[in-house]
């Protein structure tokens, strides 16, 4: 897998995280990731398709959604809702679109789908590629998320 098509979305994950909820995140030890099971309780899933075809992954645990939502929105929030859901939706859009913008500007044009939400507890997620997929933990104050991401040709 080419980190020059992974690197942009985990600087994006990294930035937009910084700059909309004003929440520093620090990345851990990336791994090839062997199973579809969630390591968190709220995912979102977007396609992307150009000169590579695949799917980036966000997934959080309650704790640093619910942290990052109530940062993010200048509310408390304390349990999972439709908001919360929303907002990791739009947290997608904008993290695939930074990440798409810092490829744009090497000369490698993406396009991105509209991301699939889904929580609750022991979920599963399918990436559209069904090569390796490259997943990196980042931790919070409030917990861990992760970033996964599969190119079928990458």
Avoid at 26 to 55: C, E, M, N, W, Y
Avoid at 75 to 100: H, Y
Avoid at 123 to 131: D, F, N
């Amino acid at each position: 897998m080419d980190v020059k098509l992974i690197n942009p979305f985990l600087a994006a994950a990294m930035h937009v995280l910084k700059t909309m909820a004003g929440v520093e995140v620090s990345p851990g030890k990336p791994f090839l990731k062997k199973d579809s099971q969630a390591t968190g309780d709220v995912s979102a899933i977007i396609g992307i398709t150009g000169v590579a075809s695949g799917s980036m992954a966000l997934v959080f645990t309650e704790s640093c959604i619910l942290y990052i939502v109530s940062k993010l929105l200048g509310e408390a929030f304390t349990e999972v809702n439709d908001e919360v859901n929303d907002a990791v939706g739009e947290l997608t859009n904008m993290i695939c679109g930074d990440g798409r913008r810092r490829l744009a500007e090497e000369g490698l044009v993406l396009q991105a789908g509209i991301p699939t939400i889904v929580s609750g507890k022991n979920h599963h997620i399918t990436h559209i590629a069904k090569g390796p997929r490259l997943a990196i933990p980042f931790q919070t104050e409030q917990g861990e998320f992760m970033v996964e991401v599969a190119f079928a040709n990458a």
